[in-house]
């Protein structure tokens, strides 16, 4: 079984090795993401909220993912210490190599093109907006207080506008992990049936959280 939108969990951007981030996001924490697959007002779009539990200390990421359609809906533990991930649904589970850890960074090469504020005056939260990316893909990552994250727009020039465009929204985010269990593994995954994939996954978006 292979799912269909692996991709999901994009927050940041993957660096290369020796890179000087901007700011990291927090070394644990929990939140939802609401995600729209497309801005267009005519494109049919499809909509998917994530709760993402992040854990650097450990190198694991947990997501569960509902949608409108059963399709898009899916959960994935990542174990990047073990180079085990998980991902079922509707009963049927895949183990296959994770690849390697991702933290969740604002590349140095990023620049900031807005500095605002959200919230009532006098309980405001000061906001950073990030503009990166490569040919194929555009980002702009808005971030607050300690790089939390807090909204990425996705573009892609090869996409007719704004039918390659997406929307991520972070909200009701938590500080470290509250449990534990988010990062068992189900006992379908364990059982007759399984599917054991070799091979390395080059993916990065597949496990990076910006």
Same mark, same amino acid.
């Given at each position: %079984?292979?799912?269909?939108?692996?991709?999901?969990?994009?927050?940041?951007?993957?660096?290369? /090795? &020796?890179?000087?981030? #901007?700011?990291?996001?927090?070394?644990?924490?929990?939140?939802?993401?609401?995600?729209?697959? +497309?801005?267009?007002?005519? !494109?049919?779009? =499809? @909509?998917?909220?994530? %709760?993402?539990?992040?854990?650097?200390?450990?190198?694991?990421?947990?997501? #569960?993912?509902?949608?409108? +359609?059963?399709?898009?809906? *899916?959960? =994935?533990?990542?174990?990047?210490?073990?180079?085990?991930? *998980?991902?079922?649904? !509707?009963?049927?589970?895949?183990?296959?190599?994770? &690849?390697?850890?991702?933290?969740?960074?604002?590349?140095?090469?990023?620049?900031?093109? =807005? $500095?605002?504020?959200?919230?009532?005056?006098?309980?405001?939260?000061?906001?950073?907006? *990030? #503009?990166?990316?490569?040919?194929?893909?555009?980002? @702009?990552?808005?971030?607050?207080?300690?790089?939390?994250?807090?909204?990425?727009?996705?573009? +892609?020039?090869?996409?007719?506008? /704004?039918?390659?465009?997406?929307?991520?929204?972070? *909200?009701?985010?938590? %500080?470290?992990?509250?449990?534990?269990?988010?990062?068992? /593994?189900? $006992?379908?995954?364990?059982?007759?049936?399984?599917?054991?994939? $070799?091979?390395?996954?080059?993916?990065?978006?597949? #496990?990076?959280?910006?």
């Amino acid at each position: %079984m292979m799912l269909s939108h692996l991709w999901i969990v994009g927050l940041l951007v993957a660096m290369a /090795p &020796g890179t000087t981030p #901007h700011c990291c996001a927090p070394a644990q924490f929990q939140t939802l993401m609401d995600e729209v697959e +497309s801005l267009s007002s005519v !494109r049919d779009k =499809r @909509f998917r909220r994530t %709760m993402i539990s992040y854990d650097e200390k450990s190198k694991r990421m947990a997501i #569960h993912t509902i949608a409108d +359609s059963p399709e898009d809906e *899916y959960d =994935r533990i990542s174990d990047f210490a073990a180079n085990k991930s *998980y991902e079922w649904a !509707r009963g049927q589970c895949n183990v296959t190599p994770s &690849g390697p850890f991702i933290p969740a960074c604002i590349p140095d090469e990023a620049k900031l093109v =807005r $500095k605002t504020f959200t919230g009532v005056s006098p309980n405001t939260l000061s906001l950073d907006t *990030y #503009h990166f990316g490569t040919k194929e893909l555009q980002m @702009f990552a808005t971030v607050g207080a300690n790089c939390t994250p807090v909204e990425l727009v996705k573009m +892609s020039p090869k996409i007719p506008q /704004p039918d390659g465009q997406y929307l991520r929204v972070f *909200y009701n985010m938590t %500080m470290g992990i509250k449990d534990e269990s988010v990062f068992t /593994p189900p $006992k379908i995954c364990f059982q007759k049936g399984t599917k054991f994939e $070799k091979g390395f996954f080059t993916s990065l978006s597949r #496990h990076s959280i910006f």
